[in-house]
């Protein structure tokens, strides 16, 4: 084999290899998050320390948001500004707790209409905003469900 073509097999090889090691560590972080299925649901407004408990049709509506975003959640790489806004505990079908902070733009305005969750307790946090027409769904389950609107702290 001439010198040349073993110079080539060898650039690929050092190319390919540093691609395969690159995508091996960035695609868990690509990958659409899997949401199951939750139930036991208890949101608390954390200004006012007001907690309900979801009925099953609010429950339905939480999953069905949850299953319909799946994709844009990237990792959370700076510190939230607070623990949330609104915070949304429930269960997973094997009994692992489940969280969802929201942020409706009360302890961070640069956070409005964001969400930060973890798939179950041993993943990564992941967090992702949303435009109006996304977060619309989140919005009737927190107002206008018998907690008072508070202002700003």
Known sequence: MRKETLL???FLAVVLSTVALIWYFAWPALRPVRFETVSDVTLTIEQTNQTRKLDEAET??????LHSHTHGWAPLTSPAPSTGDVVIKAHLPD?????LALWTGISGADWNDTAITRVNPKARFKVQSFDDQGWAPLRRLIEG???EKTDVP
Not at 60 to 65: C, D, F, G, K, R
Not at 95 to 99: A, H, L, T, V
């Open 8 to 10: 080539v097999f060898g």
């Open 60 to 65: 339905a509506q939480l999953n069905a948001w």
């Open 95 to 99: 009994g692992e707790p489940f969280e």
């Open 145 to 147: 469900q018998g907690f």
